[in-house]
T-cell receptor, first 110, second 113 residues
Framework: RKEVEQDPGPFNVPEGATVAFNCTYS??????FFWYRQDCRKEPKLLMSVYSSGNEDGRFTAQLNRASQYISLLIRDSKLSDSATYLC???????????FGGGTRLMVKP | NAGVTQTPKFQVLKTGQSMTLQCAQD?????MYWYRQDPGMGLRLIYYSASEGTTDKGEVPNGYNVSRLNKREFSLRLESAAPSQTSVYFCAVSRDSANNEQFFGPGTRLTVL
C-alpha cells in the first residue's frame, strides 16, 4: 500500500464548478500536511499547508482529519487556470522528509 | 534572484555512462533534496542534506551518490547509468530540516538508452 494515496483522475469540470479531492495517508506519525500544485512539465509549487483546524485561502479550502488519516482540498468557482495536477504531501519531523502522493489531475473546461 | 537552478535541463545517456546533475540555490536555505518523478509513482526522495556537511539516504538511493559542495550547491551523480534511471529529477531546498515548505528547481529530464 502506498504511504500517500490519491485518485489520479482526471477530474473534468466546467468553469465555475466546485471540485473536491481527497487523499489518505498511512503513517499515523505524520506531522505536517501540504497541497502542492504541478503544472504540466513544471516543478511542484506549494499551494497551501493544511492545519488541524482547517484553513482557507481564497477559493481553496483544506481540511485534515487525523483520526481517519485523510486530507481534502476543495476548490470553489473553478477557473481555467486551475487546470493542473494537485499533489497531496505528508511530512515527518525527521529531516523534513516529505512523502508525495501520485497526484490528482484536474481539467477545467470552458 | 534565481531561487533554485538545475543543470542540465535535458540529458540523454547510454547505459553505463556517468554524469552529474547540478543544483544551486541563492535562497540561503540550509536543507537540500534530490527527488525523482516517474509516471504514477509521485516524487520519491533519493538523498537529502539537512545542512552543509551532511548527507543522508532517502527512499531510493541505490545507483546514486551526492555531494553537498557548500551551502549553495548539492550535486547528484550517476556512476553507471541504467535505463531504470530514466526519469525527471528535481532538486528542492527548505529553510531547515523542520517541517517547512520545500522550493523546487525546474527539473532535469534524463533518458538512459
Amino acid at each position: 500500500r502506498k504511504e500517500v494515496e490519491q485518485d489520479p483522475g482526471p477530474f473534468n469540470v466546467p468553469e465555475g464548478a466546485t471540485v473536491a479531492f481527497n487523499c489518505t495517508y498511512s503513517n499515523s506519525a505524520s506531522q505536517s500536511f501540504f497541497w502542492y500544485r504541478q503544472d504540466c512539465r513544471k516543478e511542484p509549487k506549494l499551494l497551501m499547508s493544511v492545519y488541524s483546524s482547517g484553513n482557507e485561502d481564497g477559493r481553496f479550502t483544506a481540511q485534515l482529519n487525523r483520526a481517519s488519516q485523510y486530507i481534502s482540498l476543495l476548490i470553489r468557482d473553478s477557473k481555467l487556470s486551475d487546470s493542473a495536477t494537485y499533489l497531496c504531501v505528508v511530512g515527518r519531523n525527521a529531516g523534513n522528509m516529505l512523502t508525495f502522493g501520485g497526484g490528482t489531475r484536474l481539467m477545467v473546461k470552458p | 534572484n534565481a531561487g533554485v537552478t538545475q543543470t542540465p535541463k535535458f540529458q540523454v545517456l547510454k547505459t553505463g555512462q556517468s554524469m552529474t546533475l547540478q543544483c544551486a540555490q541563492d535562497m540561503n536555505h540550509n536543507s537540500m533534496y534530490w527527488y525523482r518523478q516517474d509516471p504514477g509513482m509521485g516524487l520519491r526522495l533519493i538523498y537529502y542534506s539537512a545542512s552543509e556537511g551532511t548527507t543522508d539516504k532517502g527512499e531510493v538511493p541505490n545507483g546514486y551518490n551526492v555531494s553537498r559542495l557548500n551551502k549553495r550547491e548539492f550535486s547528484l551523480r550517476l556512476e553507471s547509468a541504467a535505463p531504470s534511471q530514466t526519469s525527471v529529477y528535481f532538486c528542492a531546498v527548505s529553510r531547515d530540516s523542520a517541517n517547512n515548505e520545500q522550493f523546487f528547481g525546474p527539473g532535469t529530464r534524463l533518458t538512459v538508452l
